[in-house]
């Protein structure tokens, strides 16, 4: 089922691009992940590049859905002395010690089915988004960890945005985006849910 909506999701992005000859949009930015993991807010960086496209519905109102791909990664402190003797019971084959850190990279294929609201320039949009995780690499102590980041493959959730278009050609915005299922892998109880917090800015050019 998961590859067969990650298939979709590339012929989706196809097909798009295929017919987006005019209302056409790319966009870049910077998005940080402000989720919670295990109970505690967990920052990741990341960066987004995507494409758009603008179907006409009302004078003001457009639909937008869109294909993004988004790379995320994230490079914790050192462990420091009092969790070595913690981390070398967990990892007894890894060299610990305490200036190890753990490094994550994820890769993710995002589609966005925005609906806008323009005006004088600016720009409102929500809707729901669909995320995919492609890949994801662990790695501590100088060693590849097989954890997956703990994540599941599949996200959805709400998507809001609020923007500016300048030179009729460019945009300024930023994002908001609210997962509404928990993506963590396994059981660490009511509180330990993890879901989704993007917020991001990007720039933005209309063809």
């Known amino acids: 089922m998961k590859k067969a909506l990650l298939l979709f999701a590339i012929l989706f992005g196809i097909s798009f691009l295929g017919f987006a000859q005019e209302n056409f949009s790319i966009r870049a930015g910077y998005k940080t992940s402000i989720g919670s993991f295990r109970g505690s807010i967990h920052f990741m960086n990341g960066i ?8 006409n519905l009302l004078e003001n109102i457009r ?10 990664w994230r490079v ?34 995002e589609i966005p089915l925005m609906l ?6 600016f720009d409102f949009e929500i809707g729901p988004y669909f995320s995919f995780l492609l890949a994801s690499r662990t790695s501590f102590a100088g060693n590849k960890v097989d954890l997956g980041y703990d994540y599941k ?54 063809f």
Not at 48 to 55: A, Q, T
Not at 63 to 72: D, E, L
């Open 48 to 55: 987004n590049l995507g494409l758009n496209r603008d179907f």
């Open 63 to 72: 639909f937008r859905p869109g294909v993004y791909y988004y790379f995320q």
């Open 76 to 109: 914790d402190d050192k462990i420091g002395s009092d969790l070595v003797e913690a981390y070398k019971s967990s990892y007894p084959d890894f060299d610990v010690k305490s200036t190890s850190r753990y490094r994550y990279c994820n890769n993710f294929l």
């Open 116 to 121: 806008a609201f323009q005006k004088n320039g």
């Open 153 to 206: 493959k599949f996200d959805i959730g709400v998507k809001i945005g609020f923007g500016y278009k300048f030179f009729d050609k460019y945009y300024l915005g930023i994002g908001y985006e609210h997962g509404i299922k928990d993506k963590s892998k396994h059981n660490y109880g009511s509180l330990d849910k993890t879901y989704t917090d993007n917020v991001s800015v990007n720039l933005g050019y209309r």
